[in-house]
């Protein structure tokens, strides 16, 4: 069976500090893909990043960061830095070969305090 | 611009009056899905189409229907509507399986009474 875990429910931060979410995932597939999606206060649904199971280099996109990990099966994504607008529902999510099936974390809310 | 629309964007029902919320993207994708977001259970699959009339079921399909007559459409059917389907509703779609991203509609916040 395939599961996706994001353990923190909620996150509350103040402005310029460094957060990271955490996402640990379950499947028994050797390819797979995993994501990052963050939903703003407004309620859409914006595609953040893309990672595949062969490819275990760290991203880096400005003040976003991402930590693949097979051996510990996590893919934890940071904000460094962050601002209000940083405040989201962040979901990860994973799709296995063939991938027409996605599941989805439960989501981690995350308040930014200016 | 790409995008993928859904109508309504809002509806109150009662139970049992038979509803469809549609879907359309003009991305030209093989791909859709329906999902339904609940707090706290974060997003659950409906069902999914890989193409025109084929269709499957995902984590969650108790209660509704769907059809893929055409590429650019993917309507979701309650026929029996009941309380606990109260629930916020995305449609999505991409350009394949695997690795490809998915594109949101807006969504579809139902009530139902």
């Known amino acids: 069976a395939q599961k996706v875990t994001q353990a923190q429910t909620e996150i509350s931060v103040v402005e310029k500090e460094d957060v990271t979410l955490d996402c640990v995932y379950e499947?028994?597939?050797?390819?797979?893909?995993l994501f990052w999606y963050k939903q703003p206060p407004s309620g859409e649904l914006v595609f953040l990043i893309r990672?595949?199971?062969?490819?275990?280099q760290n991203e880096i996109s400005g003040r976003y960061s991402w930590n693949f990990q097979k051996s510990t099966s996590s893919f934890n994504f940071t904000i460094t830095a962050s601002q209000v607008v940083d405040s989201a529902v962040y979901f990860c999510?994973?799709?296995?070969?063939?991938?027409?099936?996605?599941?989805f974390g439960a989501g981690t809310r995350l308040f930014v305090k200016a | 611009e790409a995008q993928v629309t859904q109508n309504p964007r809002y509806l109150i029902t009662v139970t049992g009056k038979k509803l469809t919320v549609t879907c359309s993207q003009n991305?030209?994708?093989?791909?859709m899905s329906w999902y339904r977001q609940d707090p706290g259970l974060g997003l659950r699959q409906i069902y999914y189409?890989?193409?025109?009339?084929?269709?499957d079921k995902g984590d969650v399909p108790e209660g509704y229907k769907v059809s893929r007559k055409e590429k650019r459409n993917f309507p979701l059917i309650l026929e029996s509507p009941s309380p606990n389907q109260t629930s916020l509703y995305f449609c999505?779609?991409?350009?394949?399986?695997?690795?490809?991203?998915?594109?949101f509609g807006p969504g579809t916040r139902l009530t139902v009474t």
């Open positions: 999505a779609s991409r350009y394949g399986g695997g690795p490809y991203e998915q594109y």
């Open positions: 499947t028994r597939d050797t390819t797979y893909y």
């Open positions: 990672r595949n199971s062969f490819d275990e």
């Open positions: 999510a994973l799709s296995t070969t063939g991938g027409f099936k996605t599941i």
């Open positions: 991305m030209n994708h093989e791909y």
């Open positions: 189409s890989m193409n025109v009339e084929v269709t």
